[in-house]
């Protein structure tokens, strides 16, 4: 038994450095990642709750690459400070790294009608959002440089502020014949740690507008399959499902029948999830309170089905905005939203600590800190959670490669 986790440590430790041999190649141009966290998730407060542990629970984790990074979308006059969703991404062993290698793309599958279950299956009636713990993966570019490094002195503050605390597992690999089992092999030890999840599913077509993350499905009709694939891994249990950072906020980049696929694609994507995983909670895209007016963003998200479809909407997702404002944003966008009662929001707390750079700087600017620790129990009205679905710590492209855990910037925004 000794001898067979040593080996398979080894392998592990393998994968993980020609893992992060392709990242440096990857992220040569690449100015923040996708696809943020390791797969960590747990639950822990805000700053005066801290006392989650860790669960025991640790499975197999499939294998991954480097996700690709996010540039700055191409101004527009409702955008003022340009900067998308640039969640990090790495090079470590988590089911957070699923993509494709540069140059795999799959062919094109031929167009095929959804399933009846995509097109009629609707949100159940919800009176509560996801409540609970939240779940930390137990694998992580962070947890790797704490277990390696345990004599450096930042090693303390960066492992009790950052690598313990919960974030979401991105699935950013178009794979439609292991999707299913690793989204399985999340939420399975979510649930035997009594903890919720958070996923994010990132291969929607023409991901990043044809930027430095490009990638995803190669047509909406391959999208449709993957997310049921995806979909069919959640389970009963409960889950928060981040759903195509940038899908919606990004989308003035297309022209408007590709626009309107893309819609009609979330739209489906979100009814898919609920009729495979009735206690999935489906996020969609709001950007963030430095981009689109609250109207605006309010016209895309209705245009994208959110509110028949979703249970609310996600902002600021790897950006600095301060959680007040975004709370306050989130609230304008609902209302201009006009869905039902039951929608919400959840926010991206990981690095607003000191709220955004007065430039809108957005590539591992310093002077930044960490926000609020993820948490279901906010105790704002209409706003379902603070998560982390940014890993901080993991570079933007700037404080290093993008995607690669960057030490003395996690130990910046430990500091504040």
């Excluded at 020609?18 to 190649?25: E, F, P, Q, S, Y």
């Excluded at 905005?321 to 201009?336: M, N, Q, S």
Aim: glycine share 10%; net charge positive; proline share 10%.
């Amino acid at each position: 038994m000794a001898g067979t986790r040593a080996r398979r440590r080894a392998e592990r430790r393998e994968r993980r450095r020609a893992v992060r041999r392709n990242a440096m190649a990857v992220a040569a141009s690449a100015v923040v990642v996708v696809g943020t966290v390791s797969g960590m998730m747990s639950a822990v407060g805000d700053r005066s709750a801290r006392g989650s542990e860790t669960p025991e629970v640790a499975l197999a984790t499939p294998s991954f690459v480097p996700l690709p990074g996010i540039p700055a979308p191409a101004a527009t006059p409702s955008h003022p400070a340009p900067e998308p969703s640039a969640a990090s991404s790495a090079a470590s062993a988590s089911p957070a790294r699923l993509v494709p290698s540069p140059g795999s793309a799959p062919a094109p599958s031929v167009a095929s009608a959804p399933p009846p279950a995509a097109r009629t299956a609707k949100p159940a009636a919800r009176t509560e959002p996801a409540a609970g713990p939240l779940y930390r993966h137990p694998e992580s570019q962070v947890l790797d440089w704490v277990g390696a490094h345990r004599d450096d002195p930042r090693r303390p503050l960066i492992e009790s502020r950052i690598a313990a605390r919960p974030a979401a597992v991105w699935f950013a690999s178009y794979n439609p014949g292991t999707v299913t089992r690793e989204v399985r092999e999340v939420t399975a030890g979510a649930a035997a740690a009594g903890r919720v999840p958070v996923l994010v599913p990132y291969a929607i077509p023409d991901r990043d507008c044809g930027g430095a993350s490009q990638g995803g499905a190669p047509d909406t009709a391959a999208y449709d399959g993957w997310i049921r694939d995806f979909a069919a891994g959640l389970g009963d249990g409960p889950a928060i499902v981040i759903l195509e950072p940038d899908s919606v906020a990004l989308s003035d980049c297309l022209d408007g029948p590709a626009r309107a696929a893309r819609y009609a694609s979330l739209a489906r994507a979100g009814r898919t999830i609920h009729a495979a995983a009735p206690g999935a909670k489906v996020y969609f895209d709001a950007g963030h309170s430095g981009w689109h007016a609250a109207p605006k963003q309010a016209a895309l998200l209705r245009a994208a089905g959110a509110a028949e479809s979703g249970d609310g909407i996600f902002t600021n997702v790897s950006n600095f905005h301060r959680t007040a404002d975004e709370a306050a944003y989130a609230r304008r966008v609902l209302g201009a939203l006009g869905g039902p009662a039951r929608l919400g929001a959840v926010i991206d707390t990981s690095r607003n600590g000191n709220g955004a750079p007065p430039d809108g700087e957005w590539c591992d600017p310093a002077g930044r800190a960490l926000g609020r620790a993820p948490t279901t129990d906010t105790g704002e009205a209409r706003i379902d959670a603070y998560l982390w679905v940014k890993l901080p710590g993991e570079a933007d492209g700037c404080a290093g490669a993008a995607g690669s855990f960057t030490p003395e910037y996690a130990y910046a925004l430990a500091k504040g």
